[in-house]
């Protein structure tokens, strides 16, 4: 199957779920920066899943509250407003991908690696230089979704993507997405950057997903692609076991970043990890 037939059905309507008039309420309302907690709770109400899980999660050991917490607005105030809205941005999306045909894919593993990306973007974006920063909701997003393309592939052509799976479990050393090429034609990013054409994914989320894997890229936005590319590598590093902090120096000048400073949150995150975890699962569970 080539690269342009592939294009043809992750946007064709037919063959990967639209997203609904609840889902596009849902999605601008965790976009709007000037909506409040109780009109976002009331929102996010009216998708019982989705109002189940942003409750589970803030009732779990891990955010203190052991079963205290019974209604949405209380919920936000014990996760966070940008924390809230990212989640429920990314349940619903996930949700109309089914990933369950395909043996080797790891969702525990993908939405751990989301998670702790999206929390690593958050914190270290106020570090970066003022006149490059990106706004701090916007990286936590760009981190949940960055790698939405692999969930699309998964959906699509789960057989094939079993076989690119196991080929990078038995040759690492090539990226899964050449593995991925090798079997489709194309890879993640690029699948990530149809899927959110279609769904009319800001354009600064799409460059993300198209680039973030490239230190090189300096097009459009720039900053939020260079951060969310450093932010995956090293939440990969984490999920690997890797203790000792690793620097990409070139990329680290370029966003004016502090080293230490940089190394100081990358540590933070062991401290947290319990709770990514914890919202990871929530994913999961989806």
Same mark, same amino acid.
């Given at each position: 199957m080539t690269a342009d037939l592939i294009r043809q059905k992750i946007q064709q309507q037919k063959e990967l779920p639209t997203l609904t008039p609840d889902i596009h309420r849902i999605l601008t309302a965790c976009q709007d920066n000037d909506i409040n907690q109780t009109e976002l709770a009331d929102i996010l109400g009216e $998708?019982? &899943?989705?109002?189940?899980?942003? +409750?589970g999660l803030a009732n779990s050991a891990f955010f203190g509250q052991r079963g205290g917490v019974h209604a949405l607005p209380h919920a936000i105030s014990v996760l966070g407003f940008v924390t809230v809205r990212s989640i429920s941005a990314g349940l619903v999306l996930a949700g109309t991908l089914d990933t369950r045909n395909c043996p080797t894919f790891r969702p525990d593993h993908y939405w751990l690696s989301a998670a702790l990306s999206a929390t690593l973007a958050q914190r270290i974006a106020p570090l970066v230089a003022a006149d490059l920063r990106p706004? $701090?909701? &916007?990286?936590?997003?760009?981190? +949940?979704?960055?790698n939405i393309?692999?969930?699309?592939?998964?959906?699509?052509?789960?057989?094939?993507?079993?076989?690119?799976?196991?080929?990078?479990?038995?040759?690492?050393?090539?990226?899964?997405?050449e593995h991925i090429h090798d079997v489709?034609?194309?890879?993640?990013?690029?699948?990530?950057?149809?899927?959110?054409?279609?769904?009319?994914?800001?354009n600064a989320l799409l460059l993300v997903m198209e680039h973030h894997y490239d230190p090189s890229y300096r097009g459009d936005h720039w900053p939020?692609?260079?951060?969310?590319?450093?932010?995956a590598h090293w939440a990969n590093c984490i999920i690997g076991g890797q203790t000792c902090f690793e620097a990409g120096p070139e990329a680290i000048g370029a966003l004016g970043l502090s080293e230490p400073a940089i190394e100081k949150a990358w540590q933070g995150m062991f401290d947290h990890l319990d709770r990514i975890r914890a919202i990871s699962g929530a994913f999961v569970a989806h």
């Open positions: $998708s019982p &899943t989705i109002a189940a899980r942003i +409750l706004p $701090s909701d &916007t990286a936590y997003l760009a981190g +949940l979704l960055h393309g692999l969930l699309a592939l998964v959906h699509l052509h789960p057989v094939e993507m079993d076989q690119a799976f196991t080929a990078y479990a038995n040759n690492p050393l090539r990226t899964l997405g489709l034609g194309t890879d993640h990013y690029q699948a990530g950057v149809w899927l959110g054409s279609k769904w009319h994914f800001p939020a692609v260079l951060l969310q590319g450093l932010c």
